[in-house]
C-alpha cells in the first residue's frame, strides 16, 4: 500500500467540509420585546416634554426654583434666594425692569412678536446683535431651559412663554421673575437677595432710584456690580428713571 495514499486519506479526514454547520447566531430580540422597548422611549420622551408644562401649573402655588439654582447646588456651590411675595418688592422695581427689558409686558401674551421679527429682519450674517426676549421668555428659559443656544432654544423658549402666560396671570409671571432672575455674582438670585447685598434693605424699601440700578444691572450682572455702579450703568439707570412703564396688568 502506497503511503502517500493514506495521507491523502488523513488529510481528507481533517480538512473541514465546505456544507459543514455555521454556529449559531446569537438570538435577536423577539419582537414584543422590541415594541417595548420602543414604548418606554417614547414615553421616557413625552414625559420630559410634558414636565414643564405639569411644573407650570404646579409653580401657580408653589416657588420655583431656576435651572441655574439647580445647577449650582448640584455642583456644591452657594446659592444665595429669599423668595418674597409681590407684595413685600417695592413696585418701584417692577417698573424699572418693564422698562428696561420689556416695555409691552401687559399687552403681549407672553412673546413680543413685533420685536422678534424685528430682530430677524436686522440680523447680519453673524446672528442677530440683540436678543428680543421678553419677561415671560427669560421666566421659561430660567426655570426649565440652558443658557446659550439660542437658536435651538428660542423654539422652545416661545412656545413654553406662551404657555406660561396661558396659566399664570402677568402678576405671578413679574413674582416669579423677580424671585428667580440671576442678580450678582456668587449665586445672587432673586430681588431680596440683591437689596440686602447691594443696600443693605430688603426690597420693600428699595427707592426708585436703586431700582434702577438693579434693572440696569440685568443684561449682564455678573459683571455689573449694583453695589458699586459704574458710570455706565447709572446713565443706564437714569435713562431707565426718565422712561414711562405700563404695570397696569400687575395690578390684577
Same mark, same amino acid.
Given at each position: 500500500?502506497?503511503?502517500?495514499?493514506?495521507?491523502?486519506?488523513?488529510?481528507?479526514?481533517?480538512?473541514?467540509?465546505?456544507?459543514?454547520?455555521?454556529?449559531?447566531?446569537?438570538? +435577536?430580540?423577539?419582537? *414584543?420585546?422590541?415594541? %417595548?422597548?420602543?414604548?418606554? =422611549?417614547?414615553?421616557?420622551? &413625552?414625559?420630559?416634554?410634558? $414636565?414643564?408644562?405639569?411644573?407650570?401649573?404646579?409653580?401657580?402655588?408653589?416657588?420655583?426654583?431656576?435651572?441655574?439654582?439647580?445647577?449650582?447646588?448640584?455642583?456644591?456651590?452657594?446659592?444665595?434666594?429669599?423668595?418674597?411675595?409681590?407684595?413685600?418688592?417695592?413696585?418701584?422695581?417692577?417698573?424699572?425692569?418693564?422698562?428696561?427689558?420689556?416695555?409691552?409686558?401687559?399687552?403681549?401674551?407672553?412673546?413680543?412678536?413685533?420685536?422678534?421679527?424685528?430682530?430677524?429682519? +436686522?440680523?447680519?450674517? *453673524?446672528?442677530?446683535? %440683540?436678543?428680543?426676549?421678553? =419677561?415671560?421668555?427669560?421666566? &421659561?428659559?430660567?426655570?426649565? $431651559?440652558?443658557?446659550?443656544?439660542?437658536?435651538?432654544?428660542?423654539?422652545?423658549?416661545?412656545?413654553?412663554?406662551?404657555?406660561?402666560?396661558?396659566?399664570?396671570?402677568?402678576?405671578?409671571?413679574?413674582?416669579?421673575?423677580?424671585?428667580?432672575?440671576?442678580?450678582?455674582?456668587?449665586?445672587?438670585?432673586?430681588?431680596?437677595?440683591?437689596?440686602?447685598?447691594?443696600?443693605?434693605?430688603?426690597?420693600?424699601?428699595?427707592?426708585?432710584?436703586?431700582?434702577?440700578?438693579?434693572?440696569?444691572?440685568?443684561?449682564?450682572?455678573?459683571? %455689573?456690580?449694583?453695589?458699586?455702579?459704574?458710570?455706565?450703568?447709572?446713565?443706564?439707570?437714569?435713562?431707565?428713571?426718565?422712561?414711562?412703564?405700563?404695570?397696569?396688568?400687575?395690578?390684577?
Amino acid at each position: 500500500m502506497s503511503l502517500d495514499f493514506g495521507l491523502e486519506r488523513e488529510e481528507a479526514r481533517t480538512e473541514p467540509s465546505p456544507y459543514s454547520p455555521l454556529p449559531p447566531a446569537e438570538p +435577536e430580540p423577539a419582537p *414584543d420585546m422590541r415594541k %417595548r422597548r420602543r414604548r418606554q =422611549i417614547v414615553r421616557i420622551i &413625552a414625559a420630559i416634554i410634558a $414636565l414643564p408644562f405639569v411644573l407650570t401649573v404646579v409653580y401657580t402655588v408653589v416657588p420655583p426654583v431656576s435651572t441655574l439654582m439647580l445647577g449650582r447646588w448640584l455642583t456644591l456651590q452657594p446659592v444665595e434666594r429669599d423668595w418674597v411675595s409681590f407684595e413685600r418688592i417695592n413696585p418701584s422695581l417692577a417698573r424699572a425692569v418693564i422698562s428696561s427689558e420689556d416695555a409691552r409686558f401687559c399687552s403681549h401674551w407672553g412673546v413680543d412678536w413685533d420685536a422678534l421679527w424685528l430682530v430677524i429682519e +436686522e440680523a447680519g450674517e *453673524d446672528g442677530p446683535s %440683540r436678543g428680543a426676549s421678553t =419677561i415671560t421668555m427669560q421666566v &421659561a428659559k430660567n426655570l426649565f $431651559l440652558w443658557p446659550g443656544g439660542g437658536y435651538l432654544r428660542k423654539p422652545f423658549e416661545i412656545v413654553l412663554a406662551t404657555w406660561i402666560d396661558l396659566v399664570w396671570s402677568k402678576r405671578r409671571t413679574m413674582e416669579v421673575y423677580l424671585n428667580i432672575v440671576e442678580w450678582g455674582p456668587n449665586g445672587v438670585f432673586g430681588a431680596e437677595a440683591i437689596a440686602r447685598k447691594a443696600f443693605r434693605k430688603p426690597a420693600a424699601n428699595l427707592n426708585a432710584g436703586e431700582s434702577a440700578i438693579l434693572a440696569a444691572a440685568l443684561p449682564n450682572p455678573i459683571v %455689573r456690580n449694583s453695589a458699586k455702579p459704574t458710570r455706565l450703568q447709572m446713565r443706564r439707570a437714569a435713562g431707565i428713571s426718565s422712561r414711562g412703564a405700563d404695570t397696569s396688568c400687575l395690578s390684577r
